[in-house]
C-alpha cells in the first residue's frame, strides 16, 4: 500500500510534464486574458501588439527584415503597394526579408499584414505601414 501511495504521485507528476508550455498559456489565454470572451479557433482576431511598429521606413534600393515571437505554429507575411500589387514575403516563419530592389518596389507607401496561428487554431493578425523613401 505504501509502495502504491508513492507510485501515483510520481505517475501524476509525469503525466502532467506531457502538457508543453506553450499549449498551457493559450489555454490560459484562451480562458482568462481576452476581455471580450474566449476566442474561437478559426477565426481571426486583431492582435496590435504582433507587430513590433506600427510604421517601418525602408532606403531605396535597400533591405529591412522583421521579426516576431515565435511562439505561433504558422505565419504569412504579406506586402500590398498603393496600388495593389501584392508582394508574397513566405510562411511559416516569424521572420520576414523585404529587398527593395529584389522586389522591385519604387518609393511609396505599402502595408505590411502579418497573420499568425496559434496552437489551438486562432489566427491573429497585425498591420503596418512601410515607407520606401529616401530619408
Not at 503525466?15 to 476581455?35: G, H, L, R, V, W
Not at 514575403?89 to 523585404?98: F, S
Not at 507607401?109 to 491573429?124: A, E, Q
Request: proline fraction near 5%.
Amino acid at each position: 500500500m505504501r509502495r502504491l501511495l508513492l507510485i501515483i504521485p510520481f505517475a501524476l507528476l509525469i503525466a502532467s510534464c506531457t502538457y508543453p508550455p506553450e499549449a498551457m498559456i493559450d489555454d490560459y489565454n484562451q480562458k482568462f486574458a481576452y476581455p471580450d470572451g474566449p476566442q474561437e479557433a478559426g477565426k481571426e482576431y486583431y492582435l496590435p501588439d504582433l507587430l513590433e511598429y506600427d510604421i517601418y521606413h525602408i532606403k531605396p534600393q535597400s533591405y529591412e527584415d522583421f521579426y516576431v515571437n515565435s511562439a505561433y505554429v504558422e505565419y504569412v507575411w504579406t506586402l500590398t503597394g498603393e496600388d495593389g500589387t501584392k508582394y508574397d514575403l513566405g510562411h511559416a516563419y516569424w521572420t520576414a526579408h523585404i529587398d527593395t530592389r529584389e522586389l522591385k518596389m519604387a518609393e511609396g507607401v505599402y502595408t505590411l499584414r502579418l497573420r499568425v496561428k496559434n496552437r489551438l487554431g486562432i489566427y491573429y493578425y497585425d498591420t503596418a505601414k512601410v515607407l520606401v523613401e529616401d530619408y
